[in-house]
């Protein structure tokens, strides 16, 4: 037995306390575990500020005294790192990789490479990643696994200072604490819980087992048995109304043998059948002794109620019956005639109503039994006499005739049976059916006739010929009936005869239209058909069955032979197709292929069109199946040739993508490799101005000064194709960005110029949020807003405005200046490397900004553009999916 039934089997007073006990587990479990997921990522957070703080301070220093060249005051200070809670590996790297300090007199002097200790090789691979993203920033690094958080400062000239801080004391101290909390507050759930559990055992428990011993009092029959609950609650309202349930059942157990003795005394016939051949009678009234039968017989289970049914109407009720068993509607009536145990026999209006269980299988049957012989009798009667009226009268635009059995004359017509045949009236009186009806007609309708003189029928229809008096033949369709005596002896024949020509016309017209069909659909390799998921009946065209390559003359194919027809690997896609038809579910089209054993592959193309009906009747679908093989080629040739192109773009691409990656390494190498002499053009004109400069006239110190900003301008330029080069092979990154909070930071770097020039600064910015690189938006930002300080600085009131808005699905940046400006017809040309409008004695600068700008917004995937005029200022945009 499984847990749940176990638990659906517990007494209410022991489940609910156990389900609170459970509830008070779980949620104690819950929020333990939420307080230990958290412990190591905020101890990693809060030692990675503390150790900032403190390595922006030592950074500082080192940069200093590296700088001064004073290698025992560095040491020293890698030394006193230890004093850092936590901190126990410190190393100063040099740019070759030398170890130049440490906490460990014994690494100084060693390649960073050659140390021996379990966190080196770590350490390497993480100073290696540092390194090539090229950070100016302190870096740190959390290691949950081992509890470590490493930290990587840049120091002048190369340098790095690796550290490394032991958070296991920290992290376990915080798991302590969340430990000792959730215990607490699961101590105090679990009590309360415990008080929960017995005041429900004391106030509800109890009253609802007194409860359940009334209603099983009420259930063995005992109907006086009341509750004795009071209060406003809901138990005591359940008491009430089952209080009320058992007065009502007492009222309805007195009225139920009331009206039980009402119907033993009344002529009707309550009767009550099991659903098994033969309908043995399970209950019957004692009404039932007026056909001379005791209840005791009927009831001893070998009654077969079938038996005492008229052999007429025994097939006809039987039928009928099936029907209603298998498709309903539960509540019906039929009329027969049953024997008495005289032998008579009565007619019976039997009113029937079906008990079905929750699977629609009938269980009981039960009639109520009327004897209507007196009604059937006087009805029968009236039937014969109002007959000929009613179909003389009432239906004159059917001709109607009343034929001798014998002479087989025609006793009496109607206008329009004289008007169909082209005779009158007296003509017509004066022929029989028989002169008038051509060959082959005439024998189908002997051999029909004969048999209802026989008795083996009781009429017939047919669809026959006249010849009119003209001579001309009419198509009709007629229906003769034979009207019997008392005795059963044959009276006469009531027939009517009703003219089909247009509709045999219509039928010819009809058939010309459909074989027109079948040659357009044969024209056009098009084959439709019809599926009907009600009766299951299918319909196909000639074209179909040419399509799959069956001869129609076979009939429809069953789905095995239908699936034969088509290739291997799509016979049970097809057959799928298929099944989801008979079942009345939605299909969709498919495109298939025939088998190569029957011939020539071809495609072939099915398409479904389903029709629902009103009341949850099952849908029928029409489709057709195209021949599309042409198409198909064409397709594949198609195909190849896009395939061929593909080749060749991809071909494309890699060269193209070699060679942007070796005009990257060009530019890299040349940047570094111009670093060398400029550093010793840098110090051997410095030497020279510091120490020749007083011997040096007018010009040469001019010379000195312009030199030294040549190699200013070289070194920023260098810089700025380095930048350039690592924003092309640097991977972007996709995180959170607080615009306003970004462009502020942005902003408090360029205080110092704004500050001398004046500038006013006016942010229009949205509240905006942009998943997107950080550090490319801010590469972008500072190149943006320092061009539009510098170039508006000689005006007479210097203005920056910087602005952000959403609109049509994306997020747009601005940074707007009143400067100089530019003329449009050079906009593309700004954005390219080493591209100036200006000259640098006016506004110094090396052409690589803007191309930076472009450069990070496209790898961020969006669009930069500007908008000027010459002397109205400049507006650069950035553009963002939002």
Same mark, same amino acid.
């Given at each position: 037995?499984?847990?749940?039934?176990?638990?659906?089997?517990?007494?209410?007073?022991?489940?609910?306390?156990?389900?609170?006990l459970?509830?008070?587990?779980?949620?104690a479990?819950?929020?333990?575990?939420?307080?230990?997921?958290?412990?190591?990522?905020?101890?990693?957070?809060?030692?990675?500020?503390?150790?900032?703080?403190?390595?922006?301070?030592?950074?500082?220093?080192?940069?200093?005294?590296?700088?001064?060249?004073?290698?025992?005051?560095v040491?020293?200070?890698?030394?006193?790192?230890?004093l850092?809670?936590?901190?126990d590996h410190?190393?100063?790297?040099?740019a070759?990789?030398?170890?130049?300090?440490?906490?460990?007199?014994?690494?100084?002097?060693?390649?960073?490479?050659?140390?021996?200790?379990?966190?080196?090789?770590?350490?390497?691979?993480?100073?290696?990643?540092?390194?090539?993203?090229?950070?100016?920033?302190?870096?740190?690094v959390?290691?949950?696994?081992?509890?470590?958080?490493v930290?990587?400062t840049?120091?002048?000239?190369g340098?790095?200072?690796?550290?490394?801080?032991?958070?296991?004391?920290?992290?376990?101290?915080?798991?302590?604490l969340?430990?000792?909390?959730?215990?607490?507050?699961?101590?105090?759930a679990l009590?309360?819980?415990?008080l929960?559990?017995g005041?429900?055992?004391?106030?509800?428990?109890?009253?609802?087992?007194?409860?359940?011993?009334?209603?099983?009092?009420?259930?063995?029959g005992?109907?006086?048995?009341?509750?004795?609950?009071?209060?406003?609650?809901?138990l005591?309202e359940i008491?009430a109304?089952?209080?009320?349930?058992?007065?009502?059942?007492?009222?309805?157990?007195?009225?139920?043998?009331?009206?039980?003795?009402?119907?033993n005394?009344?002529?009707?016939?309550?009767?009550?059948?099991?659903?098994?051949?033969?309908?043995?009678?399970?209950?019957?009234?004692?009404?039932?002794?007026?056909?001379?039968?005791?209840?005791?017989?009927?009831?001893?289970?070998?009654?077969?109620?079938?038996?005492?049914?008229?052999p007429?109407?025994i097939?006809?009720?039987?039928?009928?019956?099936?029907?209603?068993?298998?498709?309903g509607?539960?509540?019906?009536?039929?009329?027969?005639?049953?024997?008495?145990?005289?032998?008579?026999?009565?007619?019976?209006d039997?009113?029937?109503t079906l008990?079905?269980?929750?699977?629609?299988?009938?269980?009981?049957?039960?009639?109520?039994?009327?004897?209507?012989?007196?009604?059937k009798?006087?009805?029968?009667a009236?039937?014969?006499?109002t007959?000929?009226?009613?179909?003389?009268?009432?239906?004159?635009?059917?001709g109607m005739?009343?034929?001798?059995?014998?002479s087989?004359?025609?006793?009496?017509?109607?206008?329009?049976?004289?008007?169909?045949?082209?005779?009158s009236?007296?003509?017509?009186?004066q022929?029989?059916?028989?002169?008038m009806?051509?060959e082959?007609?005439?024998?189908?309708?002997?051999?029909?006739?004969q048999?209802?003189?026989?008795?083996?029928?009781?009429?017939?229809?047919?669809?026959?010929?006249?010849?009119?008096?003209?001579g001309?033949?009419?198509?009709?369709?007629?229906?003769?009936r034979?009207v019997?005596h008392?005795?059963?002896?044959?009276r006469?024949f009531?027939?009517?005869?009703?003219?089909?020509?247009?509709?045999?016309?219509?039928?010819?017209?009809?058939?010309?239209?459909?074989?027109?069909?079948?040659?357009?659909e044969a024209?056009?390799?098009?084959?439709?058909?019809?599926?009907?998921?009600?009766g299951?009946?299918?319909?196909?065209s000639?074209?179909?069955?040419?399509?799959?390559?069956?001869?129609?003359?076979?009939?429809?194919?069953?789905?095995?032979?239908?699936?034969?027809?088509?290739?291997?690997?799509?016979?049970?896609?097809?057959?799928?197709?298929?099944?989801?038809?008979?079942?009345?579910?939605?299909?969709?089209a498919?495109?298939f292929?025939?088998?190569?054993?029957?011939?020539?592959?071809?495609?072939?193309? #099915?398409?479904?069109?389903?029709?629902?009906?009103?009341? #949850?009747?099952?849908?029928?679908?029409?489709?057709?199946?195209?021949?599309?093989?042409?198409?198909?080629?064409?397709?594949?040739a198609?195909?190849?040739?896009?395939?061929?192109?593909?080749?060749r773009?991809?071909?494309?691409?890699?060269?193209?993508s070699?060679?942007?990656?070796?005009?990257?390494?060009?530019?890299?190498?040349?940047?570094?490799?111009?670093?060398?002499?400029?550093?010793?053009?840098?110090?051997?004109?410095?030497?020279?101005?510091?120490?020749? #400069?007083?011997?040096?006239?007018?010009? #040469?110190?001019?010379?000195?000064q312009?030199?030294?900003?040549?190699?200013?301008?070289?070194?920023?330029?260098?810089?700025?194709?380095?930048?350039?080069?690592?924003?092309e092979?640097?991977?972007?990154?996709?995180e959170?960005?607080?615009?306003?909070?970004?462009?502020e930071?942005?902003?408090?770097?360029?205080?110092?110029?704004?500050?001398?020039?004046g500038?006013?600064?006016?942010?229009?910015?949205?509240?905006?949020t942009?998943?997107?690189?950080r550090?490319?938006?801010?590469?972008?930002?500072?190149?943006?807003?320092?061009?539009?300080?510098?170039?508006?600085?000689a005006?007479?009131?210097?203005?920056?405005?910087?602005?952000?808005?959403?609109?049509?699905?994306?997020?747009?940046?601005?940074?707007?200046d009143n400067?100089?400006?530019?003329?449009?017809?050079?906009?593309?040309?700004?954005?390219?490397?080493?591209?100036?409008?200006?000259?640098?004695?006016?506004?110094?600068?090396?052409g690589?900004?803007l191309?930076?700008?472009?450069?990070?917004?496209?790898?961020?995937?969006?669009?930069?553009?500007?908008?000027?005029?010459?002397?109205?200022?400049?507006?650069?945009?950035?553009?963002?999916?939002a």
């Amino acid at each position: 037995m499984s847990a749940l039934a176990v638990l659906t089997r517990m007494p209410g007073r022991w489940l609910v306390p156990l389900l609170l006990l459970g509830l008070v587990l779980c949620l104690a479990l819950v929020n333990y575990v939420v307080h230990i997921r958290g412990v190591t990522e905020r101890v990693a957070k809060q030692e990675s500020r503390i150790l900032r703080e403190r390595l922006s301070v030592e950074q500082t220093r080192l940069d200093v005294q590296t700088g001064a060249g004073n290698a025992l005051l560095v040491r020293r200070l890698i030394g006193g790192l230890a004093l850092h809670s936590g901190l126990d590996h410190a190393y100063l790297i040099t740019a070759q990789g030398r170890v130049e300090a440490s906490l460990s007199r014994l690494d100084i002097g060693r390649n960073f490479d050659e140390l021996q200790g379990p966190w080196t090789a770590t350490l390497g691979r993480l100073l290696q990643q540092v390194q090539a993203q090229g950070s100016p920033q302190i870096t740190t690094v959390s290691i949950p696994n081992a509890s470590r958080l490493v930290a990587f400062t840049p120091i002048q000239d190369g340098r790095w200072l690796v550290t490394s801080v032991n958070m296991s004391v920290p992290v376990a101290e915080q798991m302590a604490l969340a430990g000792r909390e959730v215990l607490r507050g699961s101590l105090m759930a679990l009590a309360v819980a415990a008080l929960l559990a017995g005041m429900l055992q004391w106030l509800w428990f109890h009253r609802a087992r007194h409860l359940s011993q009334t209603l099983d009092a009420i259930g063995r029959g005992r109907t006086g048995a009341r509750s004795r609950l009071e209060g406003r609650d809901e138990l005591a309202e359940i008491g009430a109304e089952v209080n009320r349930m058992a007065e009502r059942l007492e009222v309805d157990q007195a009225e139920i043998r009331h009206l039980h003795a009402v119907v033993n005394r009344s002529p009707v016939v309550v009767i009550e059948w099991r659903n098994a051949p033969g309908w043995p009678v399970v209950y019957v009234n004692d009404a039932v002794s007026q056909w001379g039968y005791a209840k005791a017989d009927v009831l001893n289970g070998h009654w077969d109620y079938s038996q005492r049914i008229h052999p007429d109407d025994i097939e006809r009720v039987r039928a009928e019956v099936a029907g209603y068993l298998a498709h309903g509607p539960d509540e019906y009536g039929q009329e027969y005639r049953l024997r008495c145990a005289d032998g008579r026999w009565v007619w019976v209006d039997d009113r029937t109503t079906l008990t079905r269980d929750p699977s629609g299988t009938v269980v009981g049957i039960s009639g109520i039994l009327v004897d209507i012989t007196a009604q059937k009798e006087a009805q029968q009667a009236v039937l014969d006499q109002t007959e000929l009226l009613r179909m003389f009268y009432e239906m004159p635009f059917i001709g109607m005739a009343i034929a001798s059995p014998g002479s087989r004359r025609w006793l009496q017509v109607n206008d329009r049976l004289c008007e169909i045949l082209g005779y009158s009236r007296e003509q017509l009186l004066q022929k029989t059916w028989m002169e008038m009806t051509p060959e082959p007609d005439l024998q189908a309708d002997l051999d029909l006739f004969q048999s209802v003189v026989e008795g083996r029928r009781t009429s017939y229809q047919m669809v026959k010929r006249f010849v009119r008096q003209d001579g001309t033949r009419v198509d009709t369709d007629m229906h003769a009936r034979a009207v019997r005596h008392a005795d059963g002896s044959l009276r006469h024949f009531l027939i009517t005869v009703q003219d089909i020509s247009e509709r045999v016309q219509a039928e010819t017209v009809l058939r010309e239209h459909k074989e027109l069909l079948e040659q357009a659909e044969a024209m056009a390799g098009l084959g439709s058909w019809s599926f009907d998921a009600e009766g299951q009946r299918s319909w196909w065209s000639e074209q179909m069955f040419r399509n799959v390559g069956l001869d129609p003359a076979t009939g429809l194919p069953s789905l095995d032979v239908y699936l034969e027809r088509l290739h291997p690997d799509d016979r049970a896609r097809v057959r799928d197709f298929m099944q989801a038809m008979a079942q009345g579910r939605d299909v969709a089209a498919a495109d298939f292929r025939t088998c190569p054993d029957h011939g020539p592959v071809r495609w072939l193309r #099915g398409t479904v069109e389903r029709h629902a009906r009103p009341g #949850g009747r099952p849908p029928y679908y029409t489709g057709t199946l195209l021949d599309i093989t042409p198409v198909k080629t064409a397709e594949e040739a198609l195909r190849h040739t896009n395939e061929a192109l593909e080749r060749r773009v991809a071909e494309r691409t890699r060269q193209l993508s070699e060679a942007n990656r070796e005009l990257e390494a060009f530019s890299y190498t040349v940047s570094h490799d111009l670093r060398a002499p400029l550093r010793g053009i840098d110090g051997y004109s410095q030497l020279l101005q510091e120490a020749y #400069g007083d011997h040096l006239d007018e010009d #040469g110190r001019m010379f000195v000064q312009r030199i030294r900003r040549g190699v200013d301008q070289m070194r920023q330029l260098i810089a700025d194709l380095l930048a350039y080069s690592r924003l092309e092979r640097r991977t972007m990154g996709h995180e959170p960005v607080e615009l306003e909070q970004l462009v502020e930071r942005v902003l408090e770097g360029f205080s110092a110029d704004t500050e001398r020039c004046g500038t006013a600064v006016d942010l229009h910015i949205e509240p905006m949020t942009l998943e997107l690189d950080r550090d490319g938006l801010s590469l972008a930002l500072r190149n943006l807003i320092g061009n539009a300080i510098k170039f508006s600085s000689a005006a007479e009131r210097p203005l920056v405005q910087v602005g952000a808005r959403s609109e049509d699905g994306r997020k747009t940046l601005w940074v707007r200046d009143n400067g100089v400006g530019f003329d449009m017809r050079y906009h593309d040309r700004i954005f390219g490397i080493f591209q100036r409008l200006h000259r640098a004695e006016d506004y110094p600068g090396t052409g690589v900004g803007l191309a930076l700008v472009s450069k990070a917004v496209q790898r961020m995937g969006g669009r930069v553009w500007a908008e000027s005029a010459p002397g109205a200022g400049a507006t650069f945009y950035m553009a963002f999916p939002a």
